[in-house]
């Protein structure tokens, strides 16, 4: 157990009024004690109280996390942990819930002990959103695996290949750099299918002159990262090569901008402005890019509507794209943490325009 980071959770409770907290959410179990927990539907949580207390509950049956912690509530099958966790809520305390806990249990909870139940909000969000040195020398290592992997991918365009056949290839590929698997489902996209910003790969067909998009992150040693790239099959339009130059011009310009201080939404608009200004601000349609770690998406975004400074630590996503309905679309996607100075990106991989085959 990162006792050091149950200090800082415990400081957030007393910061914002909260005096018990009830732990649902793998990545945060991870986060703490650095094992991925699977409950199903068993109550699996960590309870927390600022005035000292801090157990898990395990059912019996999940022996093989007896190592989680050393202070675990056992209970069996044939009892209600519930009434066990009620008999830690104290009658009228404020009472942290993950916002993604079963209401199976929380209503029961609810009805079992009288109390100010209220979401864990940004509590816990605020403290994995800075990541130590640790953390970031995983998104290294995540990293570095994925641009091997995407490296793999572009070599296999072929008359013939189908979106989820070429799309099937990236497992193989993370379990081969050793990698858990991948983030988030992958987009292997091809022509057409790049003018929606998050196709969902099918049957489509490769044809000549396509642009291929891909959008892929490996899971490794419990961090996640990100990746896209887009590239042209044997030949590329002037069209789709202007497009592809602004967005790598909004990518460069919009991560160079990256350094404590700067507010996540000036990043998106200097991104923003220069797709703008060349008449394609309409065809971006998402936020330029979210923070990432132990999840593929985590808090904040970065987006038009974040005001918070950037803080050395944080790793996040800076990926503009052009999406033009029944035409295609480009995306250029990087990681990059937050360093002291400036910004560290964890990608090398080239984003000067390729025509592949
Ligand atoms: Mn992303």
């Known amino acids: 157990m990162r006792a050091d980071r149950i200090a800082k959770i415990v400081k957030g ?8 907290m009830i732990i649902s959410d793998p990545s945060t179990i991870f986060y703490l004690t650095g094992r991925f927990v699977a409950p199903g539907f068993r109550l699996l949580v960590l309870y927390l109280d600022t005035r000292g207390g801090c157990t898990f509950f395990l059912n019996a049956l999940q022996s093989d996390y007896a190592d989680l912690h050393d202070d675990i509530c056992w209970y069996q099958d044939s009892e209600d942990p519930i009434k ?22 929380l209503l029961r909870l ?56 070429h799309r099937k290839e990236l497992h193989e590929l993370y379990c081969s750099y050793g990698a858990e698997g991948y983030n988030i489902t992958p987009i292997v996209a091809y022509g057409q299918s790049c003018g929606y910003a998050h196709h969902k790969s099918d049957g489509t067909v490769l044809k000549s002159g396509d642009c291929v998009l891909i959008d892929t ?10 990746m896209t790239r887009t590239v042209f099959y044997q030949s590329v339009s002037d069209e789709m090569r202007e497009i592809y130059q602004i ?13 404590p201080g700067a507010r996540f939404c000036d990043i998106d608009r200097i991104g923003r402005e220069i797709i703008a200004k060349h008449g394609y601000g309409e065809y971006f349609t998402h936020r330029i890019g979210h923070n990432i770690g132990i ?5 904040p975004d970065v987006g038009a509507a974040n005001e918070m400074e950037i803080q050395p630590g944080m790793c996040f996503s800076v990926e503009p794209g052009i999406y ?29 325009l390729q025509i592949i085959g």
Request: with cysteine; aromatic share 8%.
């Open 217 to 226: 992150g490996a899971r490794y040693h419990g961090y996640r990262s990100d």
């Open 324 to 352: 033009i309905p029944g035409k295609g679309g480009v995306r250029i996607e990087d990681l990059v943490v937050a360093t002291p100075t400036g910004y560290e990106c964890f990608y090398d991989y080239t984003k000067e």
């Open 13 to 20: 409770m007393e910061v914002q009024g909260v005096d018990q």
């Open 247 to 259: 967005v790598y011009e909004a990518q460069m310009t919009a991560m160079a901008a990256v350094k």
């Open 84 to 105: 066990r966790l009620a008999e830690k809520i104290r009658e009228g305390a404020t009472v942290a819930i993950d916002k993604n806990w079963s209401a199976n249990f």
């Open 110 to 165: 609810m009805r079992e002990k009288s109390a100010n139940y209220v979401l864990t909000g940004d509590i816990i969000d605020r403290i994995r959103m800075v990541k130590d040195e640790g953390e970031i020398q995983a998104m290294r290592e995540t990293c570095a695996i994925n641009q091997k992997v995407m490296a793999r991918m572009f070599p296999m365009l072929r008359p013939g290949l189908t979106e989820t056949e």
């Open 295 to 299: 999840d593929g998406h985590e808090f």
